[in-house]
Antibody, heavy 118, light 107 residues
Framework: EVQLVESGGGLVQPGGSLRLSCAAS????????MNWVRQAPGKGLEWVSY????????YYADSVKGRFIISRDNTKNSLYLQMNSLRVEDTAVYYC???????????WGQGTLVPVSS | AIQMTQSPSSLSASVGDRVTITCRAS??????LSWYQQKPGKAPKLLIY???RLQSGVPSRFTGSGSGTDFTLTISSLQPEDFATYYC?????????FGQGTRLEIK
């Protein structure tokens, strides 16, 4: 069974940092591209970042570029999102999602909440 | 960035109704579009990919169509479990962009 489990969320002050993790199991992690997607309370989905299967290609949304860093460790079947210089508007549930054939976001984690507030 | 304009933003319908949700891209995205269903407090679920391919395990009452800039998601006969929010996503280029969502409510 495919599982994606996010962790690392929690209350952080504006300007602070947080590192999210996504632990993958039940599939060949190193064959899948991965994404982070977020959803602010009561709002729609927003794509945040992408990393290729090998980690050689990385993209970010303009809203997080220069502040967030996506990475992966294929030996640990894990995806990460280092979030720096956090803003109130970064408050959201953060989901990790696989990107497989036809670039479909086939599998999603349950999400982890990151409130940014003083 | 490619803009995805989804309509309507909300929709009231009854069990058994046929409903259609549309998504328009600001430029040609071929068939690089997928549709997701999200229920409150849950992660999104993939329904349709490559504009018209049905994800395994998704009921056949869900169909997708379109190419280029105009796309539709149709639910042929609404079931109680279909009341949710629906999103389109373009995967033609980065940054990936979602439509703003369509909330499907019970009439």
């Amino acid at each position: 069974e495919v599982q994606l489990v996010e962790s690392g969320g929690g209350l952080v002050q504006p300007g602070g940092s947080l590192r999210l993790s996504c632990a993958a199991s039940g599939f060949t992690f190193n064959s899948y591209e991965m994404n982070w997607v977020r959803q602010a309370p009561g709002k729609g989905l927003e794509w945040v970042s992408y990393i290729s299967a090998s980690g050689s290609a990385i993209y970010y949304a303009d809203s997080v570029k220069g502040r967030f860093i996506i990475s992966r460790d294929n030996t640990k079947n894990s995806l990460y999102l280092q979030m720096n210089s956090l803003r109130v508007e970064d408050t959201a549930v953060y989901y990790c999602a696989t990107e497989g054939g036809y670039d479909r976001f086939e599998y999603w984690g349950q999400g982890t909440l990151v409130p940014v507030s003083s | 960035a490619i803009q995805m304009t989804q309509s309507p933003s909300s929709l009231s319908a009854s069990v058994g109704d046929r409903v259609t949700i549309t998504c328009r891209a600001s430029q040609d995205i071929r068939t690089d579009l997928s549709w997701y269903q999200q229920k409150p407090g849950k992660a999104p679920k993939l329904l349709i990919y490559d504009a018209s391919r049905l994800q395994s395990g998704v009921p056949s009452r869900f169909t997708g169509s379109g190419s280029g800039t105009d796309f539709t998601l149709t639910i042929s006969s609404l079931q109680p479990e279909d009341f949710a929010t629906y999103y389109c996503l373009q995967d033609y280029s980065f940054p990936r962009t979602f439509g703003q969502g369509t909330r499907l409510e019970i009439k």
